[in-house]
């Protein structure tokens, strides 16, 4: 079979995205690629475990981290981890509407936390906690912003992938792109769970 | 796009979109290469310096940057790169498989790598090279002024994204592709060395990734890392540095490991001895090689109890290592050994390799180590297993592979030449440097007073560099007159056992017109022994799948390194450097989405092509 033909229920292979050797190769290499991901966040998390008491002239954590909205972010991170399994689960069943609807609402969750973001660190920096004031500041925009910088690139990613896949329904070729997007934003997710609990639960009573 | 189509675009256009491991093995080699005779020069300045007490040839900021070049270029741009070309050149075809995983990807690794390359060695010409030596501790390095520490940052941030892509390359090149019957206790030790290689690759770099971004962002945007007085912390990039850092050295040295046991077996017309210890040592010395990185800061004051485990884990890395001098030895004894000049490098290595390691475990004794600490005991120590090791494992694997990777074999006696000034050159040059740390003589000084009685241990030190100028100018004449000769060879010419000499010569660029069927390990080596004339094939012949090449790589690339020039000048040129940073990444992003947009399915040749091409083989 053609890997550019559009698939039909008929023809689905169980796993669209691992059907094909360079789709077991991306989906592998994908994988070892996010073990790599997770040393780069380690360190950048050890750095900030050295410095995070640091504040040089800037505030303390637990004077200007606000709880509630960056509760509200985790929680749309979260939800938008549960919309690409759905996505991924559709994607499955060959159901092209519904995996590319579930895809687009992770989209707009994803531009949604980094507009709460924006605003969050728009907020520090009003308050005197700058990337300068400290090693505080330094390790928390540098921790705090890598992880924004992949959901940028995430939103950035899917959106290209949607754009240039309406109309054109799942083939052994776009299968394992979708599927490696679904893969990056849960690991993307993950992290900001230890950032919640690292940088934001342990600054408030740590 | 057909096979025709590609042959219309000229050389140059061919070697810049190339997506054959074959072609990328060849520039990495091409380009390591380079990079070795500029690092090789650099080391040649200062040996003239220290030549004799006092001297005034190379002085003060200059001498530090010519010694912080020569360490970053040799570690970097030298060994690295030519480590990648015989894992492109040889690991595809010791597994049986027709290209790496990602042929895309690994062309955009290698342009990456020479774009880092090109950036900061740009940095003699703009001012000035870095100067905080190639581990660039903090305060030193955010406090070097002008902007030499900011190409190193670029620079290597740079190649080193192209590191990591390889890595992965080949993990899931050695994972997924290989030949029908080549299970993993069949592959060649060469291709383990790369797998575990790849694999401490993969987990080592993203730590330097990050050291390399908070030294940026101290030096280019005043953040506060490594600066004590607003609460950072330098020993955090000393750590950051090691945890790379220590992995790094096993990076290096295993394929050159992986690189004697192939050499050993082929001319000893032995198996090697000892397959499954030799496996399990590489996987060990991995694995321990994430446990040591404090050994090289046992003087920062980390306390006894970590001091002493890392002491332990240290000298616990001489066991596996130990037992692979032993089986090299062994595969050795009772064999038709034959001397080639490949075989004389590995065998040179074995004993060099040996007094390395026995100078690491006593760098390794915590306590003794206080008075060997920068010293040039240490200096000694690191030449003995990175040149004495290494790259001696290299020229190996340079004799042995390049009839594989060119077509025509070296001058054997130009290579014995060859072998003999370099071995002697290095013994002369760092043997005495031991004593000469004994006696107290710190590293990285550009001179020493004539009371010390430094002077004639440093003179046969430098004599000993000129041996080993004098054997890489043999190595580069050796080239020239082997390439102006242009003798073909056959496919096998050393009667080798494994997969990748059961190929014609040159090698076809899908590799196997077959895949092979791979019946236990030395694959050839079983055939010829069933009086078999090849592999058995494991598939008829049928159409194989190629990738497409592609310009993106290169432009991706280039985009990345006008960024890295933009961050360098961010501070001091101001609006133009913005719009090179911009622009820069613009370009980088627009490659990436071009590269996501374009569908590219590879094309086919066809059987009745490769029919045509192969006449007399059996379908």
């Not at chain 1, 924006?118 to 920096?125: A, L, M, Q, T």
């Not at chain 2, 200062?46 to 270029?73: A, C, K, S, W």
């Not at chain 2, 616990?316 to 038709?336: C, E, L, Y």
Request: proline share 4%.
């Amino acid at each position: 079979m053609d890997v550019g033909q559009r698939l039909t229920d008929q023809n689905f292979p169980e796993s669209p995205e691992k059907a094909t050797l360079e789709g077991k190769n991306k989906f592998l290499g994908f994988w070892l690629f996010l073990g790599g991901e997770t040393v780069l966040f380690a360190t950048l998390f050890g750095t900030y475990l050295g410095l995070r008491n640091s504040f040089g002239k800037g505030p303390e954590a637990s004077e200007i981290f606000q709880l509630p909205i960056v509760f509200i972010a985790t929680m749309i991170l979260l939800t938008s981890s549960l919309t690409s399994v759905y996505a991924v689960l559709a994607l499955k069943e060959n159901r092209v509407k519904a995996m590319r609807g579930w895809f687009f609402v992770t989209l707009l969750l994803g531009v949604a936390f980094l507009g709460l973001e924006i605003y969050e660190f728009v907020h520090y920096v009003h308050e005197g906690h700058t990337f300068t004031s400290g090693a505080f500041g330094s390790a928390f925009y540098t921790l705090v912003g890598f992880h924004g910088g992949h959901v940028l690139f995430g939103v950035l990613w899917i959106a290209a992938l949607l754009v240039r896949n309406s109309g054109r329904g799942l083939t052994l070729y776009n299968s394992p792109k979708y599927y490696l997007f679904a893969l990056y934003w849960h690991f993307v997710d993950v992290v900001w769970v230890f950032i919640f609990t690292v940088v934001y639960l342990m600054g408030k009573v740590g | 796009m057909s096979n025709a189509h590609a042959a219309n675009k000229s050389v140059l256009w061919d070697w810049l979109t190339t997506v054959d491991h074959k072609k990328i093995g060849i520039l990495y080699l091409i380009s390591g290469g380079f990079f070795f005779l500029v690092g090789g020069l650099e080391a040649l300045l200062i040996r003239i310096q220290l030549m004799g007490p006092e001297m005034t040839f190379l002085t003060g900021d200059l001498y530090n940057q010519v010694l912080t070049m020569h360490g970053t270029t040799m570690i970097f741009l030298a060994a690295m790169p030519i480590i990648f070309a015989f894992m492109n050149a040889v690991v595809p075809l010791q597994i049986g498989a027709r290209d790496v995983a990602f042929p895309f990807l690994n062309s955009l690794g290698f342009w990456l790598f020479f774009f880092g390359g090109v950036l900061l060695n740009l940095s003699w010409f703009l001012g000035g090279a870095p100067d905080a030596g190639w581990t660039a501790y903090a305060p030193l390095s955010t406090q070097s002024s002008g902007h030499g520490v900011d190409f190193y940052v670029l620079g290597l941030q740079i190649s080193g994204a192209g590191t990591l892509m390889g890595g992965i390359n080949f993990l899931v090149t050695i994972i997924n592709m290989r030949a029908p019957g080549m299970t993993f206790m069949r592959m060649p030790l060469f291709t383990w060395t790369a797998f575990v290689t790849s694999g401490l690759i993969l987990f080592a770099f993203p730590a330097l990734t990050i050291g390399f971004f908070l030294l940026m962002f101290d030096r280019i945007f005043e953040a506060n890392f490594f600066d004590a007085n607003m609460g950072g912390n330098a020993i955090i990039w000393e750590h950051i540095f090691w945890i790379f850092g220590h992995p790094e050295v096993y990076i290096l040295i295993l394929p050159a490991f992986g690189i004697i046991s192939e050499v050993v077996a082929t001319f000893a017309k032995k198996r090697l001895f000892g397959y499954s210890a030799m496996v399990f040592a590489t996987v060990l010395i991995g694995f321990l090689g994430f446990m040591v990185w404090a050994h090289h800061m046992f003087t920062v004051g980390l306390g006894p109890v970590a001091n002493s485990i890392f002491a332990v884990a240290t000298m616990a890395i001489a066991i596996p290592t130990g037992v692979k001098i032993f089986n090299w030895i062994f595969t050795m004894w009772g064999g038709r050994n034959r001397f080639t000049t490949a075989n004389l490098f590995s065998v040179g290595f074995i004993p060099t390799f040996v007094m390395g390691g026995v100078t690491g475990v006593m760098l390794a004794a915590a306590p003794a180590d206080y008075q060997y600490h920068d010293s040039y005991f240490v200096v000694a120590h690191f030449h003995y297993v990175i040149v004495g090791g290494l790259i001696l494992g290299l020229f190996s694997g340079l004799y042995y592979w390049y009839p594989r990777m060119f077509g025509v074999m070296l001058n054997e006696t130009l290579g014995k030449w060859n072998f003999w000034t370099f071995f002697i050159g290095f013994h002369l040059t760092f043997f005495p440097q031991h004593f000469l740390g004994l006696m107290g003589m710190p590293r990285r000084y550009f001179t020493y007073p004539e009371e010390f009685q430094l002077g004639s241990l440093n003179f046969i030190s430098t004599i000993g560099a000129i041996g080993m100028t004098v054997g890489t100018i043999i190595f580069v004449i050796n080239i020239i007159v082997t390439h102006a000769k242009g003798e073909k060879v056959s496919g096998d010419p050393w009667d080798g056992r494994t997969l990748e000499w059961a190929m014609p010569n040159p090698t076809p660029h899908y590799n196997f017109l077959q895949t092979p069927l791979v019946r236990g390990l030395d694959a050839l080596w079983i055939e010829k022994m069933a009086g078999n004339k090849g592999m058995t094939p494991a598939e008829p012949i049928g159409d194989i799948h190629m990738p497409n090449n592609s310009i993106l790589p290169f432009v991706m690339s280039l985009g990345f390194f006008i960024a890295g020039l933009g961050f360098i000048y961010i501070n001091t040129a101001g609006l133009p450097a913005l719009i090179a940073v911009i622009g820069g990444i613009g370009i980088g992003l627009v490659c990436m989405f071009l590269r996501s947009w374009i569908d590219d399915h590879g094309y086919h040749i066809h059987k009745e092509d490769l029919l045509k091409e192969n006449k007399g083989v059996d379908a």
